[in-house]
């Protein structure tokens, strides 16, 4: 069992801000910026892999919800919505959920991404477009 099961079932204390039947959210533990919070589905599917279509739109209503309160609660002009799944890409906590990362000015938090556009040709865009449209059936 995750953390995050513990959490929902009232073993271990959190501060909760949304709840309903399918989805919680409360703060992160380590408040990357003031007001950091997760959105969590009750179930403990492990990654956006697993996700139904029911639970994921709902989901992202309260996304959605969470993210005009936390605007209107610290005056923000600006949010990110990070979701990690694997360890690769950062996971570590295996039940998925959805980070609520409010920005403020000189605010330390670091997304970086290089621009590899100058390696890639039409075609290859064309490749990679044909790719995952086909994935999708
Ligand atoms: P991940 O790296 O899996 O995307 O993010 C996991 C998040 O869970 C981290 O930001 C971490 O601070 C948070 N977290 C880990 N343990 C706890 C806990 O016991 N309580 C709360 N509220 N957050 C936690």
Do not use: C
């Not at 002009?77 to 979701?83: A, K, R, S, W």
Request: hydrophobic share 40%.
């Amino acid at each position: 069992m995750t953390i995050f099961e513990k959490i929902i079932k009232r073993e271990i204390p959190s501060y909760i801000v949304y709840e309903d039947d399918l989805v919680i959210a409360f703060l992160d533990i380590s408040q990357v910026t003031k007001g950091h919070t997760l959105v969590v589905p009750k179930k403990p599917y492990v990654n956006v892999f697993e996700l139904d279509d029911n639970t994921a739109a709902h989901l992202f209503k309260v996304v959605v919800k969470v993210s005009k309160a936390l605007k209107k609660a610290f005056n923000l002009e600006g949010l990110n919505i990070v979701n990690n799944n694997g360890k690769l890409a950062g996971q570590a906590v295996f039940h998925y959920h959805i980070h609520l990362i409010p920005r403020y000015p000189n605010d330390d938090f670091l997304m970086k991404g290089v621009n590899h556009n100058s390696e890639y040709t039409k075609e290859d865009f064309l490749k990679l477009k044909e790719l995952i449209i086909n994935a999708q059936s």
